[in-house]
């Protein structure tokens, strides 16, 4: 059985797990424990404080991407492809061509619905596989980032362009902050899995930003939940590095040639 179908069979069976990796030794420890590796343009906003992932280059997406393939060895790991590469069908191709070929990356994400259709189709028309992505849409959102599925055209719209993603093949489906009675009725309609974020427990999946998760990167957002603080486990280490380097401990003869 391929990797995707691998995700696809968890469908009413087990959660899918996923979370984020930018680097390979983070990516080594989630290959350990998730089906899903992503990375995400969210390492836009993570790493290089961008004000949003629109800035993130093709370039970056891939020098990231090729380190995190390190870390990877048995989980499926999926590339976002960030703002403007997938501008119409024949950027979309060029661009995911380039994307699986330098980072040996298994799949592409690409952020819309109808919208983006005819480059989602020709993508998998080429055999790459795609991971769609519906509800909040950090690349192209106006304003404020708002929950979505709250009016009943935004409820239309959602489930349409679900199941126009699933018609036209896509192997999953991420939902960003999708109400839960919306969430719910999407997982029951369509045969593919869906990966929620900030999307309730009713998703067939979860995924989150590992530097998050671990209190690597601070954020107030409502549905991110501290796993861990590792920002004291790294101050601890420094500071001792520090006081042995002040106190001429380290390096004794043991570290020494
Ligand atoms: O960029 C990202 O990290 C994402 C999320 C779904 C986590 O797209």
Redesign the pocket.
Known sequence: MSKIDKIISKKNKSKIV?L?AYSKNIADVLDKYVDIV???????S?LYNYSS?RKVTLTEMINHSKSVRMGVKKSLMVV?MPYKTYDTKALALKNAKKIMKETKCDAV?L?GGKKIIKQVQFLIKNKIPVLG?LGLL?QTVKGKFKSKGKTTREIRQLMSDALLLQKTGVFAV?L?CVKTPITKKITKNLNIPT?G?GSSVHCDGQ???TDDILGLNETKIKFVKKFLNIKKYINLGIKKFALDVRSKKYPSKKHSY
């Open positions: 996923c984020t992503l990375v995400g343009d969210s390492l836009g993570v992932t976002d994400k952020e992505h950090p991420v960003e990966i974020i995924v989150l930003v």
